[in-house]
């Protein structure tokens, strides 16, 4: 099942997509009937309380950047307002000089997530879908800390939709093309910890709220993005999530930043 979360007719919900209308997912507040995709507001697919990262993941991504292999999955927090939805530019901030793609595959909670075992993981999980870990490398580089360089408005594209229907996560093409050329490509067979275990290692540090974010990291072929470029991440059986990438230019009285 594919999902979406709009707002219409001064509700906000989630809604399913069926053959090219929606349907609410909670009639009870009162939308009974189906409606195109064009008579709603597209909002961003979750609004979580938090957001997990999943670091070198990928041999391949832990070689290019000149890192050891960790022991055990390493994370860190990338805040909801980095959150933007397919369609949206992606800005360039002007404090740093080099932007990178990163392509993953993100999980999204569905219930409270806590000191869960691998097996249990799946009856927790509300679904799959593309993302974009936007990262200013050499603030990553110069700072030593993810704060900032992974922090910036627009630097967590999420999308198309939420897919409920994967059988198994670990067995998912992950690409990511650059003006329509394709510059990064993994699977996520190829996953240090399987997305799985990844939720069970955090439940057991923090709980896992509904509607939160578990990014499980990206494969090698990290890149640099710049203005102009358009931006696609596709994953089997969920779809592509497509995002421009525009300088930010702040005007006088404006964030120049879409509204979350």
Same mark, same amino acid.
């Given at each position: 099942?594919?999902?979406?979360?709009?707002?219409?007719?001064?509700?906000?919900?989630?809604?399913?997509?069926?053959?090219?209308?929606?349907?609410?997912?909670?009639?009870?507040?009162?939308?009974?009937?189906?409606?195109?995709?064009?008579?709603?507001?597209?909002?961003?697919?979750?609004?979580?309380?938090?957001?997990?990262?999943?670091?070198?993941?990928?041999?391949?991504?832990?070689?290019?950047?000149?890192?050891?292999?960790?022991?055990?999955?390493?994370?860190?927090?990338?805040?909801?307002?980095?959150?933007?939805?397919?369609?949206?530019?992606?800005?360039?901030?002007?404090?740093?000089?080099?932007?990178?793609?990163?392509?993953?595959?993100?999980?999204?909670?569905?219930?409270?997530?806590?000191?869960?075992?691998?097996?249990?993981?799946?009856?927790?999980?509300?679904?799959?879908?593309?993302?974009?870990?936007?990262?200013?490398?050499?603030?990553?580089?110069?700072?030593?800390?993810?704060?900032?360089?992974?922090?910036? =408005?627009?630097? @967590?594209?999420?999308? %198309?939709?939420?897919?409920?229907? *994967? +059988? #198994?996560?670990?067995?998912?093409? !992950?690409?990511?093309?650059?003006?329509?050329?394709?510059?990064?490509?993994?699977?996520?067979?190829?996953?240090?910890?399987?997305?799985?275990?990844?939720?069970?290692?955090?439940?057991?540090?923090?709980?896992?709220?509904?509607? =939160?974010?578990? @990014?499980?990291?990206? %494969?090698?072929?990290?890149?640099? *993005? +710049? #203005?102009?470029?358009?931006?696609? !991440?596709?994953?089997?059986?969920?779809?592509?999530?497509?995002?421009?990438?525009?300088?930010?230019?702040?005007?006088?009285?404006?964030?120049?930043?879409?509204?979350?």
């Amino acid at each position: 099942m594919k999902i979406v979360r709009v707002h219409y007719q001064y509700k906000t919900f989630y809604a399913a997509l069926e053959e090219g209308l929606l349907r609410c997912l909670t009639p009870q507040i009162g939308v009974t009937e189906r409606f195109r995709l064009e008579e709603a507001q597209l909002l961003p697919l979750v609004n979580p309380s938090k957001v997990v990262c999943v670091g070198l993941n990928y041999k391949g991504h832990a070689a290019e950047l000149g890192m050891p292999l960790p022991e055990e999955p390493m994370f860190f927090l990338k805040p909801p307002s980095s959150i933007i939805n397919t369609g949206q530019p992606i800005y360039i901030p002007p404090q740093s000089t080099r932007v990178d793609y990163e392509a993953e595959l993100a999980i999204i909670i569905g219930r409270e997530t806590r000191f869960l075992s691998t097996h249990a993981v799946p009856d927790h999980i509300f679904g799959y879908t593309c993302a974009n870990d936007v990262t200013a490398r050499d603030l990553q580089k110069s700072d030593g800390m993810f704060g900032r360089c992974k922090g910036f =408005d627009t630097f @967590l594209p999420i999308g %198309p939709w939420l897919e409920t229907n *994967i +059988q #198994d996560p670990s067995d998912l093409s !992950v690409k990511l093309y650059k003006n329509d050329q394709l510059v990064q490509q993994g699977h996520t067979s190829d996953m240090l910890f399987s997305p799985l275990e990844l939720v069970a290692n955090i439940s057991h540090v923090m709980t896992l709220l509904p509607g =939160d974010v578990v @990014l499980t990291g990206t %494969p090698h072929g990290i890149g640099p *993005i +710049q #203005d102009g470029d358009e931006i696609q !991440v596709e994953i089997d059986g969920i779809g592509t999530l497509i995002n421009p990438v525009k300088n930010f230019t702040k005007r006088e009285g404006s964030t120049g930043l879409p509204v979350q």
